[in-house]
């Protein structure tokens, strides 16, 4: 296991860097990975110990499913986010991962997994965590959501929102459930549970803030969503849904605005959401 404390010969990071004259730009970039590093070590002994005692946290305990996430794109930390939430989710239920991470870091991008008109059929539920917000090719994106047309569950996290919203068509935003263009400032928001008889907000705190994080502005909604919990603007305190599940042409989605920090994808009440929010489109939570 790689250690924080030691570099090759025992030394502290610090003391390694000066000996072999790093500078001090690549010094940033070093100090950048530790903490990156750090993060993740943290998690992994936290998702350790939840091991040892996660027999009741366990939400489903039948045949696996197979989840495909999709993801990459801009301004988020999507390596971190998806070890994350791989492992956390792993810990939780019987998952096995198959993620796609293409397209770079910037707004725009058509990935070659679409291409393939059975690009889904391998896949219980697909996971959309990512930010593509200039692409608009009505025929590239119809390519998505006419396979969730025709059932494939889906899970839609933070960005995945912003994604397409360069589009004149409407066929991501109905999939979705909601439309927004954009958010305000990250912040700590209070969250209200608005519908506490869902499968998927079982043992949600009754007062949960997030860590810090952006707050979606949500202009419409689709006929089949539901909101399933709210939070306010601290600019003029107009109230939001967070978390919701659409009905897309009879397609269960689960969705959810938060995730923009790696703080959210760290938070123990975040992933249980997830995890829950994955296992209700695939028809796997119990009422």
């Not at 690549?26 to 998702?47: E, I």
């Not at 979606?216 to 305190?237: C, F, R, W």
Request: aromatic share 10%.
């Amino acid at each position: 296991m790689l250690t924080l404390t030691q570099r090759r010969g025992g030394l502290p990071l610090k003391a390694y860097a000066e000996k072999h004259s790093i500078s001090f730009m690549n010094r940033f970039h070093y100090r950048t990975l530790v903490r990156s590093v750090a993060l993740l070590v943290s998690l992994s002994a936290s998702s350790q110990a939840e091991d040892k005692q996660t027999t009741n946290k366990q939400f489903y305990k039948g045949k696996p499913l197979k989840v495909l996430l999709v993801t990459g794109g801009c301004c988020h930390d999507y390596k971190f986010q998806t070890k994350a939430l791989t492992m956390a989710t792993e810990a939780r239920a019987p998952i096995e991962w198959t993620v796609v991470n293409k397209g770079g870091r910037g707004t725009h991008a058509e990935i070659e997994l679409y291409n393939d008109p059975n690009w889904a059929e391998p896949y219980d539920v697909v996971v959309h965590n990512e930010c593509f917000a200039k692409t608009k090719n009505p025929e590239y994106i119809r390519k998505i959501t006419d396979v969730h047309k025709k059932g494939k569950p889906a899970v839609v996290i933070h960005c995945a929102m912003h994604t397409y919203r360069d589009a004149k068509i409407d066929d991501w935003r109905d999939f979705l459930g909601v439309t927004s263009k954009h958010h305000e400032h990250q912040s700590k928001y209070p969250v209200k549970v608005t519908k506490k008889d869902h499968p998927v907000m079982k043992g949600f705190p009754e007062n949960w803030t997030t860590p810090k994080d952006e707050l979606y502005i949500v202009k419409g909604t689709a006929k089949g969503m539901t909101p399933l919990a709210i939070a306010a603007s601290e600019k003029n305190a107009k109230v939001q849904p967070v978390i919701w599940v659409n009905d897309f042409h009879g397609t269960r989605v689960f969705g959810t605005t938060f995730g923009h920090t790696n703080g959210t994808f760290s938070d123990q009440v975040f992933l249980d959401l997830v995890a829950r929010g994955i296992l209700w489109s695939a028809g796997k939570l119990e009422n």
